[in-house]
């Protein structure tokens, strides 16, 4: 049972010491640049009222949710997903404004899937909603965002992968199928079974046109020039318009200077259902999952009570940690200092810590215990990532262990503050 205490359930993990310090410097880096296009912070609960995310809302699946059950016996949920609770907020708060609404998160999202071994049940997303917009230029907006936000992570190798929902929806209207049979495609779609969706398509009076478009949705994929080649294969109005709309969108991209950044692929589908416009999902090296996702979803605020446009990225911060660090693009730290005082010094000290960390140092202040010798405290500093140690042995003389480098230095204090200064 002891043993049990120490452990953590499967899909969650303890972050801490360097790796803790990493993700909190990259959430900071990633938000300062959402703040700068003018989005407001906004927190939603960590878990909320199950229809919140229902089915008939587009989001998880019912079985892939933490619940659990109230005093009133209202069954709750971790939240497995934060744009339905934005959606929700907006409707409450913000119901009768019909300007743009301009607002970001950072939060943790819960998703109890089995089908993944490994995978965290417990996510860090950080993200940005643009609400009241229903204009192209918007969509162009979110997703600069979203490539300046990533370029400030330190990764430059990306791609942001854009598809349209109405590609997919137009294709499926003129092949006439029901909504189970369309949901059944998706599936097959996104798992890449080719004969899967050839057995279902050749149960439908369709064209072999249409059927060779369907078999072959997941090779729409690559840059400006497969926008080109599907308006080549597919007759269908809803179909033409989507692609229309993404050359539109990309000229958008170019004024930005974002283009490089850029696919497109029309075999998109995403497991959220509420999207009804473009899609997107930033990949990079290094992790096979998103490490970004987003889109148009024009409905789902008014399920709430409030008809509204809206696009909304989301960054997944565990997953972008990731492949900072396979690709060797992890950002240095400014390590604590710690300074060490004897006993009979601790005014010294305190003083000494207050004006380096008022030159914004970060200071450890500690006292230095008989029973522990200075390296004892040297490699009490490199197990806690610690960048080095002033010890305060007498009222004037500082004694200065860089613990990188593996030297040390004499100084006098008034030496040490004066260099500071200068």
């Known amino acids: 049972m002891s043993s049990k205490l120490l452990h953590t359930p499967e899909g969650v993990r303890d972050i801490y010491n360097s790796e803790c310090e990493r ?41 892939d949710m933490y619940k659990f059950v109230d005093r009133e016996g209202e069954t709750l949920v971790l939240r497995p997903d934060i744009t339905p609770s934005i959606a929700r907020c907006v409707a409450k708060y913000f119901k009768d404004e019909v300007m743009p609404i301009r607002l970001c998160y950072q939060g943790s999202t819960f998703i109890n899937s089995t089908s993944y071994q490994g995978k965290l049940k417990e996510t860090t997303q950080i993200g940005a909603e643009l609400i009241n917009d229903k204009s192209i230029e918007g969509e162009g907006e979110i997703l600069a965002t979203t490539i300046e936000a990533l370029l400030a992570s330190g990764i430059r190798e990306f791609q942001v992968e854009i598809g349209h929902v109405d590609f997919f929806k137009g294709l499926v209207e003129e092949a006439g199928f029901s909504e189970e049979e369309e949901s059944e495609l998706r599936d097959l ?44 294969i597919t007759s269908n109005t809803r179909s033409l318009s989507a692609i229309s709309h993404l050359e539109q969108l990309y000229e958008i991209l170019k004024i930005y200077g974002l283009e490089r950044y850029i696919t497109f692929d029309l075999g998109m589908l995403s497991k959220y259902n509420y999207y009804t416009g473009i899609i997107f999902k930033a990949y990079t090296y290094g992790t096979g999952e998103t490490i970004a996702n987003g889109g148009r979803y024009d409905n789902l605020v008014g399920q709430f009570g409030k008809d509204a446009p809206a696009i909304g990225t989301a960054i997944m911060v565990d997953e972008l940690m990731l492949a900072l660090s396979r690709q060797k693009l992890e950002s240095s730290l400014n390590k604590n200092t710690l300074l060490l005082y004897e006993g009979n010094l601790l005014r010294e000290g305190i003083h000494l810590a207050k004006y380096f960390r008022e030159t914004n140092v970060n200071i450890e202040l500690l006292k230095k215990e008989d029973r522990y010798n200075l390296n004892d405290y040297l490699e009490y500093g490199k197990r806690m990532g610690i960048g080095g140690i002033l010890y305060f042995g007498t009222p004037d003389i500082v004694q200065i262990y860089d613990i990188d480098k593996g030297t040390n230095i004499q100084v006098n204090i008034k030496d040490l503050m004066l260099g500071d200064d200068e």
């Open 189 to 232: 779609i996104e798992e890449k079974s080719i004969f899967g969706v050839e057995s279902l398509i050749s149960k439908k009076n369709i064209s072999s046109d249409l059927k060779e478009v369907f078999t072959n949705i997941s090779e729409l994929f690559g840059t400006l020039d497969v926008l080109t080649r599907a308006k080549g």
């Open 23 to 63: 993700k909190m410097k990259l959430q900071s880096n990633l938000h300062k640049v959402i703040k700068c296009h003018g989005f407001s912070d906004i927190q939603t609960p960590t878990f909320e009222y199950e229809y919140i995310f229902s089915k008939e809302r587009g989001s998880v699946s019912s079985r």
